[in-house]
């Protein structure tokens, strides 16, 4: 059974860093591509980053692009983002979630439950 | 970026009743479209991929249908238990972009 735990979440002040980790079971990580998609409180969902099988296809939304960075480390069966430059527009409920495909960014499958990031001072 | 657009935001609808949502892109994305199924407190769930196949264990009440830049997703027979909000998102060029999301509600 596929498995994706988000985790590093939590409140913190504008201007600050913070990085979220998802933990994979059930496949084998470096099969397929990956994601980070947001929901602000009470609104829709929002992709944020992706990155392919063996991090060669890396690509952002505008909203955090210079700002955060997406990364995987197969071997740990692990998937990161690191956040900085946070600001209170950040704010949502951080999800994980495995794509379909290994080597294109396209398609979430499945999800974890998600981490919460608040921004606020 | 492609903008999609999703309609209604919201409806309700009883029990038994067909229901339909479209969603259209800002330009074409042939059939690289897939719609999400979210229930409250819970994460998205992947309904259909490449605008009409149907994901494994959904149920066959689900389909959708379109090429192009209009979509249509479809609840032949409402269930109690499909109350939720539906999204769609296209994959044809990054960044990945989302509908705004249809709640179905039940009478």
């Known amino acids: 059974e596929v498995q994706l735990v988000e985790s590093g979440g939590g409140l913190v002040q504008p201007g600050r860093s913070l990085r979220l980790s998802c933990a994979a079971s059930g496949f084998t990580l470096d099969d397929y591509a990956m994601h980070w998609v947001r929901q602000a409180p009470g609104k829709g969902l929002e992709w944020v980053s992706g990155?392919?099988?063996?991090?060669?296809?890396?690509a952002y939304a505008d909203s955090v692009k210079g700002r955060f960075t997406i990364s995987r480390d197969n071997a740990k069966n692990s998937l990161y983002l690191q956040m900085n430059s946070l600001r209170a527009e950040d704010t949502a409920l951080y999800y994980c979630?495995?794509?379909?495909?290994?080597?294109?960014?396209?398609?979430?499958?499945?999800w974890g439950q998600g981490t919460l990031v608040t921004v606020s001072s | 970026d492609i903008q999609m657009t999703q309609s209604p935001s919201s409806l309700s609808a009883s029990v038994g009743d067909r229901v339909t949502i479209t969603c259209q892109a800002s330009q074409d994305i042939s059939n690289y479209l897939n719609w999400y199924q979210q229930k409250p407190g819970k994460a998205p769930n992947l309904l259909i991929y490449?605008?009409?196949n149907l994901e494994t264990g959904v149920p066959s009440r689900f389909s959708g249908s379109g090429s192009g830049t209009d979509f249509t997703f479809t609840i032949s027979s409402l269930q109690p238990e499909d109350s939720a909000t539906y999204y769609c998102q296209q994959y044809d060029n990054l960044p990945l972009t989302f509908g705004g999301g249809t709640k179905v509600e039940i009478k």
């Open positions: 490449d605008a009409s």
């Open positions: 990155i392919s099988w063996n991090s060669g296809r890396i």
């Open positions: 979630a495995k794509d379909r495909f290994g080597e294109f960014i396209v398609c979430p499958d499945y």
